[in-house]
């Protein structure tokens, strides 16, 4: 059953986890992509094995892990391994389907930034640093990427590139040759977009419900092309809101 009782933030968390469904080994970044790669463990992919930086693979976590090292993660894993271990025999074996992450910026060809807003040597905000998005944006199978849509996240060029998506579209990545393909997909809370198979240019696939194009274009740092037919995403389910609001995010931190 569906509802039109649900948040943006929300309906952007669910439709990132249906697009989990039929993946086995997904690599999980910290802060929304982990609510929503937990929601697909919990509806749609239940075999799936999320693998989780600090040295975890197969993470059944009974709740939302707080960051990559929470010690609920361990409990019920099919692995708890050192961090060189696990990014040597997985990710650099090639055993990651997905490589699920965020970004404070997301440019038009799936770059993503996460270390600084502005110049480098003297910027407005230091973030956080790659941690392991770097090596995961180039050797996972694929990448999803789910964020809000604002024009701030979303600009031409991002300030910095920290993880490689198709860098400046054609065949640029190719030259790095990096085994995993590149983003596939980024959700948002305006609709979801994805990638032209040529150029590597992100474009418009489908809006959520009450969104519209205009709405999507002004979010954007650039003249955001649109899928000649349009799709349109479901309404959360009853039972996805219920997960999320009881069991992943009862406080509301990432929901509101």
Same mark, same amino acid.
């Given at each position: 059953?569906?509802?039109?009782?649900?948040?943006?933030? !929300?309906?952007?968390? =669910?439709?990132?986890?249906? !697009?989990?469904?039929?993946?086995?080994?997904?690599?999980?970044?910290?802060?929304?992509?982990?609510?929503?790669?937990?929601?697909?463990? @919990? *509806?749609?992919?239940?075999?799936?094995?999320? =693998?989780?930086?600090?040295?975890?693979?197969?993470?059944?976590?009974?709740?939302?892990?707080?960051?990559?090292?929470?010690?609920?993660?361990?409990?019920?894993?099919?692995?708890?391994?050192?961090?060189?271990?696990?990014?040597? &025999? &997985?990710?650099?074996?090639?055993?990651?389907? =997905?490589?699920?992450?965020?970004? %404070?910026?997301?440019?038009?060809?799936?770059?993503?930034?996460?270390?600084?807003?502005?110049?480098?040597?003297?910027?407005? #905000?230091?973030?956080?640093?790659?941690?392991?998005?770097?090596?995961?944006?180039?050797? %996972?199978?694929?990448?999803?990427?789910? *964020?809000?849509?604002?024009? @701030?996240?979303?600009?031409?060029?991002?300030?910095?590139?920290?993880?490689?998506?198709?860098?400046?579209?054609?065949?640029?990545?190719?030259?790095?040759?990096?085994?995993?393909?590149?983003?596939?997909?980024? =959700?948002?809370?305006?609709?979801?977009?994805?990638?032209?198979? !040529?150029?590597?240019?992100? &474009?418009?696939?489908?809006?959520?419900?009450?969104?519209?194009?205009?709405?999507?274009?002004?979010? #954007?740092?650039?003249?955001?092309?649109?899928?000649?037919?349009?799709?349109?995403?479901?309404?959360?389910? *009853?039972?996805?809101?219920?997960?999320? @609001?009881?069991?992943?995010?009862?406080?509301?931190?990432?929901?509101?």
């Amino acid at each position: 059953m569906t509802t039109n009782e649900y948040t943006k933030s !929300e309906l952007m968390i =669910v439709n990132a986890a249906r !697009e989990l469904a039929g993946e086995r080994v997904v690599f999980v970044g910290v802060g929304i992509p982990n609510i929503a790669v937990n929601l697909a463990q @919990r *509806t749609g992919s239940p075999d799936m094995e999320m =693998v989780y930086e600090a040295g975890v693979f197969g993470a059944r976590p009974t709740r939302l892990p707080l960051s990559i090292g929470d010690p609920c993660l361990v409990t019920g894993s099919t692995l708890a391994c050192g961090m060189p271990d696990l990014f040597m &025999y &997985y990710l650099q074996g090639g055993l990651i389907d =997905v490589g699920f992450l965020g970004g %404070a910026q997301i440019d038009r060809y799936g770059n993503i930034n996460t270390t600084v807003i502005g110049d480098y040597e003297n910027p407005k #905000v230091r973030l956080p640093g790659s941690g392991g998005a770097c090596e995961i944006a180039l050797l %996972a199978k694929k990448i999803m990427i789910i *964020t809000r849509m604002q024009r @701030r996240r979303f600009p031409e060029k991002v300030d910095f590139v920290t993880s490689a998506g198709f860098l400046g579209g054609d065949n640029e990545r190719e030259k790095l040759n990096a085994p995993g393909k590149g983003p596939t997909v980024v =959700v948002t809370d305006v609709g979801v977009l994805r990638f032209h198979p !040529e150029t590597h240019e992100m &474009y418009l696939a489908a809006l959520h419900p009450g969104a519209t194009v205009d709405q999507a274009r002004e979010n #954007v740092g650039w003249d955001l092309r649109v899928a000649d037919e349009l799709g349109a995403t479901e309404p959360p389910m *009853t039972e996805e809101l219920h997960i999320i @609001r009881e069991e992943l995010d009862p406080k509301g931190i990432y929901r509101k």
